[in-house]
């Protein structure tokens, strides 16, 4: 099996340090098994996404020094390909058309909340339209009773309760894709082998495997690795200073030290290193099991101590060129 993993940021925002570092994993397990890292950027958001962000991105991963063997993929240039792929899921009884007003599927969560369920779609469109040829949405149909388990690189089995997923939308009534949906075709049509991503895309990962199942296709392997925590110990964000990768960098740091600061956390000592023209190659990264995961991380990592670190040698000259 050729090892193929994939990066997908979203344009809405500038490059996180903790989307770096996300990144750098991938790029990482992929060297190591001579596999193909992607970059795939989710611009699907039409409110949000910007040109701009799309270029800051790309002009962060330059500075770093990562370079990817297939990118970059725009989801709002795939459109056609998961519009295909529902029609097939509805062509296969996977999927169904539903009618029902977002005002009426509010109401029908609510009934699930006065009676002490969890609320969710009744699925009342599962046997037809209830109101045909009105504006419609394409829905997966999910199973009602068992659970649907995720074998995690990191943490292990995780188990959600069918009970509580909905028949998500795949396509809404305007003929745009829903994130889950995109992330799961792409994945098939890109055939990514291993997920490696943030602990805050678990919740996502139920949803997505019952996309790839619908699909026909094999899940990947996955592993959720915890979030950059700041020195309160709570998720890094703007409050703390600093957090996207072009803001270090104006801030006179080193491309390598960010490299450097980044890999540690989580990885060994002698985990990456960096040759003196910004290039990066990897090491002898510790790895957990199949190679996807530093060992043995599974809380979240600080990034206060380190980046202090840095800034005390910065203030000092030490890391100007």
Known sequence: MSVRVRFAPSNTGHLHIGGARTALFNWFFARHHGGTAILRVEDTDRERSTEEYYEAILEAFEWLGIEWDESPYRQSRRMELYKAAAERLLASGAAYRCTCTPEEVEAMRERARAAGKTPRYDGTCRGGPAKPGAPFCVRLLAPDE??????????????????????????????????????????????????????????????????????????????????????????????????????????????????????????????????????????????????????GHRRGAGVGPPLAHLRERLGRQELHP
């Open 146 to 295: 068992g659970e649907t388990e995720v074998e995690d690189l990191l943490a292990g089995p995780v188990r959600f309760p069918n009970a509580e997923i909905d028949d998500m939308v795949i396509l809404r009534t305007d003929g745009t894709p829903t994130y889950n949906f995109c992330v799961a075709v792409d994945d098939v049509e890109m055939k990514i082998t291993h997920v490696i991503r943030g602990n805050d895309h678990l919740s996502n990962t139920p949803k997505q495997v019952l996309c790839y199942e619908a699909l026909g296709y094999p899940r990947p392997a996955f592993a959720h690795i915890p979030m950059i925590l700041g020195p309160d110990r709570s998720r890094l964000s703007k409050r703390h200073g600093a957090t996207s990768v072009l803001a270090f960098r104006d801030q006179g740091f080193l491309a390598e030290a960010m490299v450097n600061c980044l890999a540690r956390l989580g990885c060994s000592a002698r985990a990456c290193t960096a040759s003196g023209n910004g290039s990066i190659r990897p090491g002898h990264c510790s790895v957990a099991g199949a190679g996807a995961v530093p060992s």
